[in-house]
């Protein structure tokens, strides 16, 4: 059965492609930046597009709080949802990636 949906063969093609460096200005992403458990779903995403369920498999934190941190990470424009996928099991997944492979801080204080 085929679900327009969802087409492995396409899968790899929709893959996000992301740029090698990002300067980021705003001081306020630092404390997230700096974050741990952050920093390790961050790491993760900036090699490739990853779902929360295979999050948890790679950093042992619960669901919920992957989810927490992703929605941290996009509001500091430092991750982004990248394409959801529906599996043979009728599940939405949806996918994440980081926005850059490195970042760049460039602040000026005061």
């Known amino acids: 059965m085929t679900n327009s949906f969802y087409d492995k063969s396409k899968e790899s093609s929709k893959e996000v492609v992301i740029p ?11 404390p997230v930046l ?3 458990k952050k920093q390790d779903i961050l790491y993760l995403l900036r090699e490739k597009e990853l779902n929360i369920m295979e999050l948890k498999q790679k950093t042992q934190l ?5 989810k927490r941190h992703l929605d941290d990470l996009i509001a500091k424009d430092l991750a ?5 996928v529906k ?3 009728g599940i ?3 996918y994440y990636r980081a926005t850059a492979k490195s ?5 000026k204080w005061p």
Do not use: A, C, M, Q
């Open 20 to 30: 090698e460096k990002k300067e980021l200005r705003d001081p306020l992403v630092i």
């Open 34 to 36: 700096f974050h741990e």
């Open 62 to 66: 619960n669901p919920g709080t992957i």
């Open 80 to 84: 982004l949802f990248s394409r959801k």
């Open 87 to 89: 599996n043979e099991y």
């Open 92 to 94: 939405v997944l949806k």
């Open 103 to 107: 970042f760049i801080f460039n602040i």
